[in-house]
């Protein structure tokens, strides 16, 4: 499958469209500009949304969201329903290996003025208060079985009652940080051996801790609503479901290659093994993914507590004088059921993103209490150098996209290019100059995340804007930031 | 990378937009799982400075060739993840139909004196397909990093 030869054709201002052939039962489905289209052509992403055209019981389109790249499986910023009424399939290649990975943003009270004296000091605090690099964990001790299975079960809950956190928080978070169906017993010993001493941690990577500053308010309104305003400085967390994830997704990867041929299903690509959902090897995954999204949001819960630590050590002030309050928690690789509307039929399918964001709009009853007039908070972090943004959900999303979005900025070059095309500068020098100051584990991950080796966030964010699937609320510039 | 200069035995890093990748080739099929687990060291860790000091016995299982080679290169990483334990070198004992037994060579992880030169989460089934090449065999597999 997916040799070349198919048939790119553009369907709207920002949708490109490749009808079916071969074995595509849906057209795959791309939301970009002129220019993103090549960026995702040139790097197998769109064979990849082809191959996912393929999957049994896919419904409507295989969908790539701007800032799709050439994951494994999947496209990384893909989105597909399976409809278990006509044979679908869940497939933790179209999930990824890390679990629930998201972003939470805490907005506060302080100022840019305020912050910029102290950036240093902050900085190393965060990255000495919050484990990140490779495995390590100095502020959790390792979790007790009982206790990691309490995890996979009560996600952020758990960590509200260890005392990291608030109720408040909780609210404010993507299906109140805890996913039901969650089953440990679906959970494998490995999976748990890795999960135990791993709470707390951030990871390496694309993960960060970040301190941003409110630069640009796009909707003034719906920035209110969610208590964000331009000058403000927010805090921003990205990182997932650590070994724990990787180790749920590897399990099942294995359990759905026999369960692949067992069913008699043909996927173009290993990656994309994967069972019906109505077979005990698809409710086993899900009910064990469930588990992992559930560490996950534990883990963000454990880290923002952390950094509010060190936020509140540096600065002299507690919680509640910084005015930190918790915008939205999001998680941009999982599979969920949800409702919706399948030509004009209400339908519970089994919607999978991997790098893609929920976009609830206004009035779901899935959208928080505080934010149901405006729409679902969508938070999208872009490269350390550039920007990140916060967005909201629309009824275009709903119609369109599954009520889905972008996630990031995507990558465009691969981390051994940024490597070589960073040798001889200093990234942490270069971010000096533009205000951002870096802490880092790694010894190459500045080179490898430079801002150069992700395509333009501005242009993602702009693209579904314009598509009337996310509407921009504000622009934020970082300033100081932690990577693993 | 390395290849071995009396056959087509070795393996390469080549270059995925967010992860990375390894082609390797191997003269036999123990010695394709040998060079995939000494390529994924290398990716890994700076071996250097790694001890052969301590060995661990590890075994894996899997349906199909590539299953097993999955199952295998996961060995090193749990290793890593769960037990502390930095593999240096990897040698099959035994390679049959379903199951492979090896020998990890290396030490506890030391962070003061062991360099991790790559944080991988896992081994993925991306495009993973053993193919025979002349008288041996090669893969290219795909690490998320």
């Not at chain 1, 595509?24 to 002129?34: E, I």
């Not at chain 1, 496209?75 to 679908?88: E, H, L, M, R, Y």
């Not at chain 1, 993960?207 to 640009?216: A, G, K, L, N, T």
């Not at chain 1, 150098?385 to 990558?411: D, F, K, Q």
């Given at each position: 499958m997916a040799e070349k030869g198919y048939e790119l054709k553009q369907a709207g201002p920002y949708v490109w469209e490749v009808p079916p052939y071969g074995r595509?039962?849906?057209?795959?489905?791309?939301?970009?500009?002129?220019e993103l289209i090549q960026a995702i052509e040139r790097d197998n992403a769109l064979e990849q949304a082809i191959n996912v055209a393929v999957m049994p019981g896919i419904v409507r389109a295989s969908l790539a969201m701007p800032d799709a790249?050439?994951?494994?499986?999947?496209?990384?910023?893909?989105?597909?329903?399976?409809?278990?009424?006509?044979?679908?399939?869940?497939?933790?290649?179209?999930?990824?290996?890390?679990?629930?990975?998201?972003?939470?943003?805490?907005?506060?009270?302080?100022?840019?003025?305020?912050?910029?004296?102290?950036?240093?000091?902050?900085v190393n605090e965060l990255f000495s208060q919050v484990p990140c690099g490779v495995g390590s964990s100095k502020a959790i001790p390792k979790l007790s079985e009982s206790e990691l299975r309490r995890v996979c079960v009560e996600g952020a809950r758990w960590a509200v009652e260890q005392g990291f956190g608030r109720d408040d928080d909780l609210e404010r978070t993507e299906a109140r940080g805890a996913l039901a169906g969650a089953d440990p017993d679906m959970v494998s010993r490995r999976a748990m051996d890795r999960g135990r001493p791993q709470m707390g941690t951030l990871g390496s990577g694309n993960?960060?801790?970040?301190?941003?500053?409110?630069?640009?308010v796009f909707d003034r309104e719906v920035a209110e609503a969610f208590g964000v305003a331009e000058g403000q400085i927010a805090l921003q967390i990205h990182c997932g479901s650590r070994g724990f994830g990787h180790q749920v997704c590897t399990d099942y990867l294995q359990t759905m290659q026999k369960a692949t041929r067992k069913?008699?299903?043909?996927?173009?690509?290993?990656?994309?093994?994967?069972?019906?959902?109505?077979?005990?090897?698809?409710?086993?995954?899900?009910?064990?993914?469930?588990?992992?999204a559930n560490y996950a949001w534990a883990n963000r819960q454990t880290i923002l507590a952390l950094a509010t630590k060190a936020l509140e050590r540096v600065l002299g002030k507690d919680r509640n004088a910084l005015g930190m309050r918790q915008v939205y928690d999001v998680c941009h690789n999982i599979a969920k059921f949800e409702e919706h509307d399948v030509n004009g039929e209400k339908r519970v399918l089994c919607v999978h993103r991997k790098g893609?964001?929920?976009a609830f709009p206004p009035g779901h009853p899935e959208c928080p209490a505080p934010y149901r007039d405006v729409g679902q908070p969508v938070l999208?972090?872009?490269?350390?150098?550039?920007?990140?943004?916060?967005?909201?959900?629309?009824?275009?999303?709903?119609?369109?996209?599954?009520?889905?979005?972008?996630?990031?900025?995507?990558?465009?070059m691969s981390r051994k290019a940024a490597i070589r095309k960073a040798t001889g500068r200093s990234i942490k020098k270069e971010l000096g100059e533009k205000g951002i100051f870096v802490r880092c584990e790694g010894r190459t991950t500045l080179a490898e995340e430079m801002p150069e080796a992700y395509k333009s966030v501005d242009a993602v964010v702009s693209v579904m804007h314009e598509a009337g699937i996310t509407r921009k609320v504000a622009r934020l510039r970082p300033m100081g930031v932690v990577k693993g | 990378m390395c290849t071995d200069r009396d056959g087509p035995s070795?393996?390469?890093?080549f270059e995925h937009t967010a992860d990375v990748g390894l082609k390797v080739r191997g003269r036999t099929m123990e010695d394709l799982f040998e060079q995939a687990a000494a390529g994924f060291i290398d990716l890994m860790f700076e071996t250097d400075s790694v001890r052969t000091v301590q060995s661990l016995d590890v075994s894996a299982e899997g349906d199909e060739p590539e299953d097993l080679l999955v199952a295998w290169l996961q060995e090193i990483l749990f290793a890593f993840e769960a037990d502390r334990f930095v593999t240096a070198s990897a040698e099959v004992q035994s390679l049959t139909e379903g199951k492979v037994t090896g020998r990890l060579r290396g030490e506890d992880f030391d962070a003061g004196r062991h360099e991790v030169r790559l944080v991988v989460k896992a081994v993925t089934y991306h495009g993973l397909e053993i193919e025979r090449v002349g008288e041996g065999y090669e893969v290219s597999i795909v690490f998320d990093v």
């Open positions: 595509m039962s849906v057209p795959a489905r791309v939301y970009a500009d002129a790249h050439w994951g494994y499986g999947f496209p990384i910023g893909g989105v597909a329903a399976f409809d278990p009424q006509q044979g679908g399939v869940i497939s933790p290649g179209g999930i990824g290996f890390d679990i629930n990975c998201g972003v939470r943003l805490v907005r506060t009270d302080l100022t840019e003025e305020e912050v910029k004296p102290r950036l240093t000091e902050l993960h960060f801790i970040e301190i941003d500053v409110v630069e640009q069913y008699g299903i043909d996927v173009p690509d290993r990656q994309l093994a994967c069972a019906p959902l109505d077979s005990s090897e698809g409710k086993r995954y899900f009910a064990a993914m469930a588990c992992a893609a964001t929920r999208i972090p872009g490269d350390m150098g550039t920007a990140s943004y916060l967005l909201v959900g629309t009824e275009g999303a709903m119609r369109e996209t599954w009520g889905s979005t972008c996630h990031g900025a995507g990558r465009v | 070795g393996y390469e890093a």
